[in-house]
């Protein structure tokens, strides 16, 4: 054996690993779309004649490349040169897990889509996997937010927390997407992605099949709490079968939806009502049917779901007369963080704060629900969407977060989040499923 084959052997080991988790992957999800729904067959409850034809894969127009370098923008502005992370929001040195999960997906299609060289798109991935490495942890586990100049826990205000606010297995899960496709496509960099990921107890990320995330309660100690409500938990589920979590129960659509109507479309609800979970939301929003749709692709009861909440928001732009595309985002006056969602609680079409108060004043279209549909569909809506959204942007600075509903004016919050995703909507476009496309 050559010494470069007996080098090369870790990492063929935990290639082969990931292989075998993403064949789990989608061996449960297709069984737990077909043949193991015993309470409810999902695809047969929305009723659906005819499905939305989705997009074919095909490279960037120019006008779609001109759409990626404004979104690269954003993480050109924000990326903080001494630690090589993103701002979540512009120029508010903070993130998460999750926005850096979405930094790293936006900076693998830069790549793909050759917005950057490939020796500077290495650079920065390195640096950022040498910055999460240096976190300080929270029970051996990244706290919510961190400070992305100085690495120090913080508050969601930015704030220093010594001891930490908590810990979210949804925002590790997401950033676990791109971990998996970089141990693929840059298999030199699978010691820097294990060494992190041995040095997290991501045991503590679930219980019983579902996960959970920890809260620093008012007397100072930590509680756990189930973590996840539709769409996020299973998108996130999947994410973390990569990472060999058990996340049984988590995966199954059939355990926690129902059916129910917006605008007199079947959409899917998650049944834990908030009034029975100390007041939870259990909002219904489009980013997590997109990232599951762009990522691990779609199955039969995926592709239903999401074509279900699509043809529902098209059926409300009807009633409004004006473009429906809802998810959550940040907004740019207060309260700066607004759920605009299909189905809340038991009701259709709720805008509302993270601490549940009302939000129609800020009712807006968003740029990345209405980008993301856009790209997945093939269709007349779909492209009423993308061209709605066409100038919602700063070319020197980035996609904008969306469009007012009351007045017409642009929201003008700009995150990583967003462009991200619209970074990664259209790496979907020209490879198909990305987790299956870091293969290759």
Known sequence: MSRGLRAARPHLAFLVGLSAALLIMWQVSDATSVTAKPQVNLVAKLQQKAQVPLRARRPLTA?????????????????????????????????????????LMGLLAARDLELIPPETALRRI???????????????????????????????????????IGWSAIDIARLSVPLTIIVWRDPQLAPKVRALLRGWDLDLLVAKGRMQGAFRAPDGKLSLVQEGRIGYEQYAAQALVLLGVDVEDALRWDLTTGVTKASGQAIPYDTRLPENYAGTHNAVVSEPFLLEAFEMGMSPTTRALAQSLFLAQQQRARELGKLVAVSEDNIDRPPYFVYNSVYNGRTPWV????????????????????????????????????????????????????????????????TANTNGIILEALWYQTRGSLIRAGQR
Do not use: C
């Open 126 to 164: 390195e640096q950022a996997l040498d910055a999460l490495a240096r976190l300080p942890l929270i029970e051996k586990l990244p706290n919510k937010a961190y400070n992305t100049r100085s690495l120090a826990m913080v508050n969601y205000d930015n704030t220093p927390s010594k001891d930490g």
């Open 351 to 414: 805008a509302f704060t993270p601490d549940g108060k009302d939000a129609s004043a800020h009712r807006s279209l968003s740029t990345k629900a209405a980008y993301g549909w856009g790209i997945l569909y093939s269709d007349d809506y779909a492209a009423q969407l993308l061209a709605g959204i066409d100038k919602i942007h700063d070319a020197s600075k980035g996609w904008y977060s969306g469009v007012y509903d009351a007045d017409g004016k642009t929201n003008k919050a700009i």
């Open 63 to 103: 006008e779609q490349r001109r759409h990626a370098q404004v979104a690269w923008r954003y993480f050109e502005n924000n990326t903080i040169a001494e630690t090589g992370l993103v701002n979540s929001v512009d120029k508010y040195e903070s993130t998460t897990m999750w926005d850096t999960g979405s930094y």
